[in-house]
């Protein structure tokens, strides 16, 4: 029983650290815009098997120009450390701001990749952002079929 329980807390306790360390955290636990304004969601485990990934947690929102600077800036400090010559980094800016990125992270985590992802789209109530963590031994290769990005 103390195992089971163990493995229990384990379960819910992993998907909310999943990003934990990461600028973009703070997002996730809605201290920049606010938990009601974001649409969350978590997967986890034996649906994400067909993707070599064990975590995929997103979060969408609809942001103005100063929230939208503010959350570009925390994902590009998460981004730090790399160039766009990198083959773990896509990167596509418009009208000099970030609009699509998936960064492999160069930290892993017992034998996981972990990923985060990023579009900006300008929509009729300001900017909606779309921000991706993904955790799993799945390449950037492997996530670019998935997607059908080549």
């Known amino acids: 029983m103390k195992h089971l329980l163990l493995t229990l807390l384990a379960c819910i306790a992993l998907p909310l650290a999943a990003q934990e360390g990461l600028h973009i955290d703070k997002i996730f636990r809605g201290e920049v815009v606010g938990e009601t304004a974001i649409k969350e969601s978590l997967v ?9 990934l064990r975590v995929l947690r997103t979060a969408k929102f609809t942001v ?6 503010e959350v570009e800036t925390l994902f590009e400090e998460d981004m730090k450390g790399r160039n766009d010559d990198d083959e773990n980094i896509e990167l596509e800016y418009r009208d000099g701001h970030l609009y699509y990125a998936i960064v492999q992270l160069t930290d892993t985590r017992k034998g996981q990749h972990r990923y ?14 779309t ?7 799945a390449s950037l290769a492997d996530l670019r079929k998935t997607f059908k990005k080549k």
Request: glycine fraction near 16%.
């Open 44 to 52: 986890k485990g034996e649906s994400l098997a067909p993707y070599k």
């Open 116 to 129: 985060i992802c990023y579009q900006c789209r300008k929509t009729m109530g300001g900017h909606g952002i």
């Open 64 to 69: 103005g120009e100063a929230r939208r600077d």
């Open 131 to 137: 921000l991706v963590y993904m955790e799993g031994k």
